[in-house]
């Protein structure tokens, strides 16, 4: 079945970068694409990023452009999200997902907590 | 980009129906197919229960149901149980450079 585990959370101080991972199994990894999705405490969801099945391209949202890095390694079936420059309101579980056909968010991970904090 | 408008809360006893909101604009909710509705209970992974507007994933109850009009999608769930307790979120992909949007969020709650 269909399995997604993230991995690299933890806590860090604001400024600093963490690198999270997305281990995936289950279903063939480079024909699909792959989300990032977070939820700050007590917020709701919140759409990270995207990157296609082939790399070809990458979409982030306002808040995090041009500080994170979304990129995947269909060789090792795993998705990462770099994340540098990290703030307080990056606090959040962060949560990986892949797409069904349509672009719709089929299967989920658990999440991994990140907390930005001094 | 805005997140796409939810109600923060509705309510329903056991059996009776509810409808949730989701209103975005032309460039999201209403310039596309591709609304999505996902439940969320606290701890767990979100969890698909409605995608291109209407349709139903396997193994998802056909008392969730979807619709839209306009710039507005809905979320319909019929014969409320306890178990759909829990925090729905819509999302839609957009026409901006950012390529989805979530609404806010709506807490269901059974009374």
């Known amino acids: 079945q269909v399995q997604l585990v993230e991995s690299g959370g933890g806590v860090v101080q604001p400024g600093t970068s963490l690198r999270l991972s997305c281990a995936a199994s289950?279903?063939?990894?480079?024909?699909?694409?792959m989300h990032w999705v977070r939820q700050a405490p007590g917020k709701g969801l919140e759409w990270v990023a995207v990157?296609?099945?082939?790399?070809?391209?990458?979409y982030y949202a306002d808040s995090v452009k041009g500080r994170f890095t979304i990129s995947r390694d269909n060789s090792k079936n795993t998705l990462y999200l770099q994340m540098n420059s990290l703030r307080a309101a990056d606090t959040a579980v962060y949560y990986c997902?892949?797409?069904?056909?349509?672009?719709?968010?089929?299967?989920w991970g658990q999440g991994t907590l990140v907390t930005v904090s001094s | 980009q805005s997140a796409l408008t939810q109600p923060a809360s509705v309510s329903g006893s056991p059996g009776q129906s509810i409808t949730i909101s989701c209103t975005g604009t032309?460039?999201?909710?209403?310039?596309?197919?591709?609304v999505s509705w996902y439940q969320h209970h606290p701890g767990k992974a979100p969890k698909l229960m409605i995608y291109d507007v209407s349709k139903r994933p396997s193994g998802v109850s056909n008392r969730f149901s979807g619709s839209k009009s306009g710039n507005t999608a809905s979320l319909t769930i019929s014969g409320l149980q306890a178990e759909d307790e829990a925090d729905y979120y819509c999302t839609s992909y957009t026409s901006s450079s950012t390529p989805r949007v979530f609404g806010g969020g709506t807490k269901l709650t059974v009374l």
């Open positions: 990157i296609w099945y082939d790399e070809t391209n990458t």
């Open positions: 032309s460039s999201d909710v209403g310039g596309y197919n591709y």
């Open positions: 997902a892949r797409e069904g056909f349509g672009g719709e968010l089929l299967y």
């Open positions: 289950g279903f063939t990894f480079s024909s699909y694409g």
